[in-house]
Nanobody, 125 residues
Framework: VQLQASGGGLVQAGGSLRLSCATSRSTFSSSYAMGWYRQAPGKQRELVASISRGGSTNYADSVKGRFTISGDNAKNTVYLQMNSLKPEDTAVYYC???????????????????WGQGTQVTVSS
């Protein structure tokens, strides 16, 4: 599973960036959710936004109303549009895909996480 993240950079507070996460058709179609996480220095990695195969989205409270996650089936790519950026949005952003495996006589469910390389987002005040 390969996830290619891009789009990070340096922007002033109030500005915008769009992150892209490209993957293969097989990965895109077999994932039950894709999303973006971020990790700031000294902090734990946290969910920013996710989108399910059915198109349902989920956002961290801190980015609601400012960030939008979307998927392009034709390009096998997930995007994160980030508007009204704040200095506290500064972090390394990671693309994530989740696959659900059901196996065994009891149909045990295992969720597998796959990660792309991080892309740095820096918001200056």
């Amino acid at each position: 599973v390969q996830l290619q993240a891009s789009g990070g950079g340096l922007v002033q507070a109030g500005g915008s960036l769009r992150l892209s996460c490209a993957t293969s058709r097989s990965t895109f179609s077999s994932s039950y959710a894709m999303g973006w996480y971020r990790q700031a220095p000294g902090k734990q990695r946290e969910l920013v936004a996710s989108i399910s195969r059915g198109g349902s989205t989920n956002y961290a409270d801190s980015v609601k109303g400012r960030f939008t996650i979307s998927g392009d089936n034709a390009k096998n790519t997930v995007y994160l549009q980030m508007n009204s950026l704040k200095p506290e949005d500064t972090a390394v952003y990671y693309c994530n895909t989740k696959r659900r495996v059901v196996a065994g006589p009891t149909a045990e469910i295992t969720d597998l996480d796959y990660w792309g390389q991080g892309t740095q987002v820096t918001v200056s005040s």
